[in-house]
């Protein structure tokens, strides 16, 4: 069987399991397009999960950001079927994680400039400020500028919001919160910014006592703010 017969395969498969829990057309037809995109890409690399992360995020280039968090959402359902992981693909369909029909967090309405300034007017609870506060702290001995550490809070902060708007208070929600969130930022590496910023604030969110140390500082000072179109 060829690479490009295999990775049908493994769609065939994963449609087909859906179909089972009871996906409709409508259901099956939206996966299989978006799947089909991300095929292409997965030629590239080897059958593993760094390979599968960058295929994604190539393919997400050619998909219309409105679709970017389903898109995401199927991606890691279908990346068991691409490896051949017979026994998570058993053991997550025995624990109901292939979902049908997900929950996703709906998209933000705005601009992100609107979105930026909209933050000076928020109020945060107590639950939402300690987490910010930590990340704020750990920020400032890593770095002295001061436009780095608020660009990275203000991004955290936008990320609280939107897990206002989520259901539950777990890792799974918070990964929802956070790619819920992608369509807003027009910029590439405003979104890549945004996702490293989720990805380190999530363990002061956590309180994880080694938060600190999750902070990625050789890319510390790169932030800027020319991105709040």
Avoid: C
Avoid at 24 to 46: H, M, S, T, V, Y
Avoid at 149 to 160: D, G, P, T
Wanted: glycine share 4%; charged share 25%.
């Amino acid at each position: 069987m060829t690479g490009a017969e295999n990775r049908h395969y493994s769609l065939e498969a994963y449609l087909r399991l859906l179909e089972g829990r009871g996906a409709n057309a409508e259901n099956l037809e939206r996966r299989q397009a978006l799947l089909e995109i991300l095929l292409p890409f997965l030629d590239k690399g080897a059958a593993d999960s760094a390979s599968f992360r960058s295929a994604m995020d190539e393919a997400m280039t050619e998909i219309d950001r409105q679709n970017w968090p389903f898109f995401l959402a199927i991606g890691r359902e279908f990346y068991h079927f691409w490896i051949d992981d017979f026994k998570a693909i058993a053991a997550l369909s025995k624990n109901g994680s292939f979902d049908v029909a997900p929950e996703l967090p709906l998209i933000p309405q705005g601009s992100l400039r609107d979105m930026w300034a909209q933050l000076a007017l928020e109020k945060f609870i107590l639950s939402e400020k300690w987490p910010i506060n930590a990340y704020r702290a750990a920020l400032q001995i890593e770095t002295q500028q001061k436009e780095v550490i608020e660009i990275r809070v203000n991004l955290a902060k936008l990320l609280l919001l939107q897990l206002r708007k989520t259901e539950g208070n777990d890792g799974k929600a918070y990964r929802l919160a956070l790619e819920s969130m992608l369509p807003v930022f027009v910029r590439q590496e405003t979104a890549a910014l945004f996702l490293e910023v989720g990805r380190e604030f999530f363990h002061f969110w956590t309180g994880d006592p080694e938060a600190a140390k999750r902070i990625n500082t050789s890319n510390m000072d790169n932030s800027h703010t020319q991105w709040l179109e």
